[in-house]
């Protein structure tokens, strides 16, 4: 990259009036890779193809060499060497244009091991009389045609540069020997190899793989689609042969999907929208009318068969003092048994009830108590069981409503017949409980409730009550002494206890210390309401360690002592160097700001040894060329002349430069001619230091046409000093494809939303909207450097603005996020170039979304040798006065519509 400042923007203009010369010649060279050569017979362009820089392994393309010269009378001859990264790409032949092989004398040998095009190149054919055509002076010429080819992954930069060979080289026509490569602008281009950049790089055109994706830039296989319909009963695949070979969902009927194997359902069948449809069931019937006909889904193995089974219940008459009728599988119904109604129970009356069941007859057996009983009340009422013949009878209950008498039955009484006896029993009411007294039991009113025990003593802290725990459960007087009773509520006095023989008893004062070292530790009687309470104070002072540099130590009350905070020795002096001094006020610390010159440093020779003031902070060198008509070569470290006598006549005058680049302190030649028109830039009388001479109006030109110095001087912009100002801007737009004119009034409308693969550009705008009488003030350089989010934005390509394409610059700093030193110089036919009202497109830079969000791009400050400069001013624009903009993008997932497209043209089912 050159270097683009307002001293290379004049040097530029002045060579478009002097005459040409070996030294001055330019030659711009230039590499376009494209998959396939540039359409057309022509070798010749006024603009350049656009080239593509993105391949797959495998991938044939073309590199073109074209090259163009600002020399008047065009291209003589054009060899380079030409290198690449032999792992990355591989050259196969080589194809010269009709242009450059005059006599056959083209050159250029492929060594692909060194990853190396030697000589390639040409001559051009002489015209009559020699080169009257000019090849290369208006139009870009092709030179020559490599056909190259994609090998693996990786990267590999294509570039031209001088040919090793003496003989071979870059000549201009009528010019003696060749030009020198420091003349020459050798072209370069990155490509990429790579298995893949999106998923249309990975597509096999086959529905039945599914959708390949590019991951990583590798190749993913698909996943097969679901061709599963609706239907349960289709046979579903995917047919490769299908829909002109590019694959479809085939979805066949199959009767026997839907076949349940079984006899007695009928045959199913499959429809192809109705899914499986049931068959129609067998007739079983046959010609006996007591078998139950039917079709058995069990028989047959499970496959199912018709059942004619006999069915007795068929034949039956309801009555069942006739006996069973039976049904034969042939003879149909058949007669029955009477049946015998004995049982074994001795004590049932046996016999057929017709009658009985509603008259559908059954076996009677009919219990009878009086066959069992054995006249004794104590032994209950005897009964007879129908299927456990005589059960003996239960007790009579005895109980009365009395819980506390003995009741029980007495088989003597009542004459030996038996009677119940319910006896009291005060047992029977006994608690076993001390503390209720001694209870008792009446005939009449059950157990009564005896008398409690008095347990109260002389102690009066004691509580006194009968604890019906004690004893074993059995009960006794408890008289337990209780502290609360005896409690001051004062914390600081202690827990007063209860004692059984002497009372209440004082209590002793609590220990307030805790596990702090650098809390005050007492006992606060007025604390928590008055009831006291332990404070435990934090106090700063027991941690002091009355070092200034170590910061305020702290008491923290859970802590103990934290170290302090370091304080802020930083002062408002950039250049100082700042720093605690543990050693300063008597070993006690206190803040150190030392001068540094150092850090005034520029590391510039020509403006003088910066230094570093305590008070007034870096204070600027004096300047070390000083001597009139001297400036100074920063590169060099020296001081030199600045004439610079252009038509090499050894005179200054028309069409001389006398002040250059830094020179505009009073030096001029009083023998210039030209002196009446020299730019009065400070209003002065004449011409003097600050002015600008021999610029702007005085190229070319008479005398006359300067203005004339004793005159007034010329109308300006009031109180204009020719010092940049805060009108100056740069702002950013993005766009989705870059506009036809790259000067406008009217900034197009951004596109602020972009999906996931979708590539757009981001264009770089400037303006300098301040009104100036002084005609050609415009932008003269542009540079920014360019951030964004390397995760969300690709940076694939760097194309250049037609105004803005000298010395033009842009660095795609991969993985950084960064694009620096982006922009050019403007061309010298661009008079008020981005001034007054009229944007300018500086670049713009070809990008891909990556993933999703929001993303900030931000323009910023290029370098010290890449700024913003404006025409007639020196050096560049202090960033602080420049507007940089910045915009914001969303990025948004791939709408699902753009995958039913493509299942859709594959001829897919969505």
């Given amino acids: 990259m050159k270097v683009c400042s307002t001293a290379l923007w004049v040097a530029a203009m002045a060579l478009a009036f002097v005459v040409p010369s070996e030294a001055l010649a330019i030659i711009r060279v230039t590499i376009r890779p494209v998959t396939l050569q540039t359409a057309g017979p022509s070798d010749t362009t006024a603009t350049l193809p656009t080239a593509q820089t993105q391949f797959v392994p495998g991938e044939t393309f073309v590199v073109e060499l074209w090259a163009q010269t600002t020399e008047t009378n065009g291209l003589s001859s054009v060899t380079v060497d030409l290198s690449f990264v032999n792992t990355v790409v591989t050259a196969q032949t080589i194809t010269h244009t009709a242009l450059f092989n005059a006599a056959g004398l083209s050159t250029g040998t492929i060594n692909n091991p060194g990853g190396l095009v030697d000589n390639l190149g040409g001559s051009h054919a002489a015209a009559s009389p020699p080169c009257s055509d000019q090849v290369g002076l208006t139009n870009w010429a092709r030179v020559a045609i490599v056909d190259m080819q994609a090998l693996a992954n990786g990267t590999s930069v294509i570039q031209s540069a001088d040919t090793a060979s003496l003989i071979l080289g870059t000549a201009i026509c009528n010019e003696f020997g060749n030009v020198l490569p420091v003349d020459i602008d050798f072209g370069q281009v990155t490509v990429t190899v790579q298995e893949c950049f999106d998923n249309t790089d990975c597509d096999d055109a086959q529905f039945c793989n599914g959708p390949e994706q590019c991951v990583g830039n590798v190749c993913q296989a698909g996943t097969a689609p679901n061709c599963a319909d609706a239907i349960g009963c289709t046979d579903d695949s995917c047919d490769f042969a299908a829909n002109a070979g590019t694959g479809a969902c085939l979805n066949v009927p199959n009767d026997a999907n839907c076949d349940d194997n079984q006899f007695c359902n009928g045959a199913e069948t499959c429809s192809a929208t109705l899914d499986c449809q049931a068959g129609t069931a067998p007739n079983c019937a046959d010609a006996i009318g007591c078998t139950d006909d039917s079709c058995d889904f069990a028989a047959n193995g499970g496959t199912g068969a018709c059942l004619n089974a006999p069915n007795d219940a068929n034949c039956d008459d309801n009555q069942f003092c006739n006996g069973a009728e039976t049904c034969s599988a042939t003879l149909d119904c058949q007669a029955g048994t009477a049946p015998n109604c004995a049982d074994a129970i001795g004590c049932t009356d046996d016999s057929c009830d017709f009658a009985a069941n509603a008259g559908t007859g059954a076996c009677l057996n009919a219990p009878n108590d009086a066959n069992c009983d054995d006249n004794q009340f104590c032994n209950g009422a005897e009964t007879c069981s129908a299927t456990l013949d005589c059960q003996a009878g239960t007790a009579p209950n005895c109980a009365d409503a009395i819980g506390c008498t003995d009741d029980s039955c007495d088989f003597a009484a009542n004459a030996g017949t038996g009677a119940c006896l319910n006896a009291p029993n005060d047992a029977n009411c006994d608690d076993n409980q001390f503390c209720n007294g001694a209870e008792t039991c009446s005939a009449t009113l059950d157990c009564q409730a005896g008398t409690a025990p008095n347990c109260a003593d002389a102690i009066g802290c004691t509580d006194d009550s009968c604890d019906f725990a004690a004893n074993a459960g059995t009960g006794a007087c408890l008289n337990a002494p209780n502290d609360a009773n005896c409690d001051d509520n004062q914390f600081c006095n202690g827990a007063e206890t209860c004692s059984a023989p002497l009372d209440c008893q004082a209590g002793t004062a609590p220990n307030c210390a805790d596990a ?317 170039l981005g001034a007054e009202g009229q944007w300018v497109r500086v670049a713009t830079l070809a990008v891909r979304a990556m993933a999703t969000g929001n993303v900030m791009l931000e323009a910023g400050p290029s370098d010290a040798n890449h700024g913003v400069a404006i025409v007639n001013e020196l050096g560049n624009i202090d960033p602080i006065l420049i507007d940089f903009g910045r915009a914001t993008l969303n990025i948004v997932p791939k709408p699902i519509v753009d995958k039913v497209r493509r299942r859709l043209r594959d001829g897919g089912r969505l």
Avoid at 693 to 705: K, L, N, T
Wanted: hydrophobic content about 35%; charged content about 15%.
């Fill in 516 to 832: 702090i070292g650098c809390t005050d530790d007492s006992c606060d009687f007025a604390a928590n309401a008055g009831t006291g309470a332990c404070l435990n104070a934090p106090n700063d002072a027991n941690c002091d360690d009355n070092q200034f540099c170590n910061g305020a130590e702290t008491c923290s009350a859970t802590l103990d002592c934290q170290a302090g905070t370091a304080p802020n020795c930083a002062d408002a002096i950039c250049c100082t160097d700042d720093s605690c001094d543990f050693a300063a006020n008597a070993g006690t610390g206190a803040c150190l700001n030392a001068p540094n010159d150092a850090n005034c440093d520029d590391n510039l020779f020509c403006n003088g040894a910066e230094t570093c003031s305590a008070t007034l902070d870096c204070q600027t060198g004096a300047a070390v060329c000083t001597a009139s008509c001297e400036h100074c070569d920063e590169a060099g470290g020296t001081c030199e002349l600045c004439i610079l006598d252009l038509d090499f006549n050894g005179v200054m005058g028309t069409g001389d430069f006398a002040l250059f680049a830094a020179c505009f302190d009073g030096c001029y030649l009083a023998t210039d001619p030209c002196a009446a028109s020299n730019f009065d830039g400070d209003a002065g009388i004449c011409v003097g230091t600050g002015d600008f001479s021999g610029f702007v109006g005085c190229f070319g030109q008479a005398c006359a046409d300067c203005g004339n110095c004793a005159g007034p001087p010329p109308a300006r912009a009031t109180g204009r000093n020719y010092s940049i100002d805060s009108a100056a801007v740069i702002n950013l737009v993005t766009v989705l494809a870059p506009t036809t004119d790259d000067s406008v009034a009217v900034l197009p409308t951004s596109k602020t939303t972009y999906r996931i693969g979708q590539p757009f550009y981001i264009e770089v705008w400037a303006t300098r909207p301040i009104a100036t009488a002084w005609t050609g003030d415009g932008l003269a350089a542009v540079f920014v450097d360019l951030s964004f989010d390397a995760n969300a934005l690709l940076a694939k390509q760097v194309i250049s603005s037609n105004p803005m394409s000298t010395f033009a610059g842009g660095n795609i700093h991969p993985g950084l996020g960064l694009v620096s030193q982006l922009g050019g110089c403007s061309k010298l036919d661009s008079p008020n």
